[in-house]
C-alpha cells in the first residue's frame, strides 16, 4: 500500500511541476502582453496624466452643425447618464441644458476663419476616446476626451486646434471633454451666503 501511495505522490508532484510550469508560461505571457498594451497606449493614445498612463475607452458620436458658428459631437445620452450616477451624493450639482455632446466650435464664442468646409461633414461618425476618470472643477464635473478627427476638423477651418471652449473647463489642456454637469448655482448661493 505504501508502495501505491509513493507511487500516486510522485505522479502528483510530476504532475504539479509540469501545471507550475505552464502557469509559469502563461504568467509570463500576460506580462509581457501587459507591457505591449501599456507601449501600445503610450505610443498610440499618449496619455500621461500625473505620471500614470490612464485606460480610454473608445465610442462614437456624430457631427452636428448648427447655424454658422456652432458645430458638436452628440454623444450618448447614457454615456453621461452613467457618469452622472457616480457623481458622490453629498456633491450638490445641477444637470446640463443641452443634450451630450463634444464640443468642437462653440456658438458665438468662436469663428472660423475658413468656412471652405463649414457643414461639409455633417452627420459624420465620430470616433473617440473618452477618460473613465470623472474631473471635478469648481464648477464643472466632466470626463476628458482625445480625437485626432476633431483636431482636423478645427485646423481645415482655420481655428486653433485647443481653445478655451473645447478643452476641459480648468487645466487639462491637450483634451476636449463632455461635461456631466455644472455647480454654477451651488457656487452661487454659497457667494450669496458668504
Not at 504568467?27 to 493614445?45: D, F, G, I, Q, S
Not at 455633417?122 to 470626463?143: C, H, K, M, N
Request: net charge positive; hydrophobic share 40%.
Amino acid at each position: 500500500m505504501t508502495q501505491v501511495v509513493m507511487h500516486l505522490v510522485a505522479d502528483l508532484h510530476r504532475t504539479l511541476r509540469v501545471v507550475a510550469r505552464h502557469l509559469t508560461a502563461v504568467l509570463r505571457r500576460l506580462v509581457e502582453a501587459r507591457h505591449r498594451v501599456v507601449e501600445v497606449l503610450h505610443a498610440e493614445v499618449g496619455v500621461v496624466v500625473a505620471g500614470e498612463i490612464e485606460i480610454w475607452y473608445p465610442s462614437t458620436g456624430v457631427l452636428s452643425y448648427s447655424g454658422d458658428d456652432k458645430m458638436v459631437v452628440n454623444v450618448d445620452q447614457g454615456l453621461v447618464e452613467y457618469y452622472r450616477a457616480l457623481i458622490p451624493k453629498c456633491i450638490d450639482w445641477t444637470q446640463q441644458k443641452y443634450r451630450a455632446h463634444i464640443t468642437v466650435v462653440r456658438t458665438g464664442r468662436e469663428q472660423p476663419a475658413d468656412r471652405t468646409f463649414w457643414a461639409k461633414y455633417d452627420g459624420e461618425r465620430i470616433q473617440f476616446l473618452y477618460s473613465p476618470v470623472v474631473r471635478f472643477g469648481t464648477v464643472y464635473i466632466w470626463l476628458n476626451v482625445l480625437c485626432k478627427r476633431l483636431e482636423e476638423l478645427r485646423t481645415e477651418l482655420g481655428m486653433v486646434v485647443r481653445s478655451e471652449y473645447t478643452r476641459p473647463p480648468e487645466g487639462f489642456e491637450n483634451f476636449f471633454h463632455i461635461t456631466l454637469a455644472n455647480m454654477k448655482e451651488q457656487n452661487a448661493s454659497r457667494l450669496r451666503a458668504g
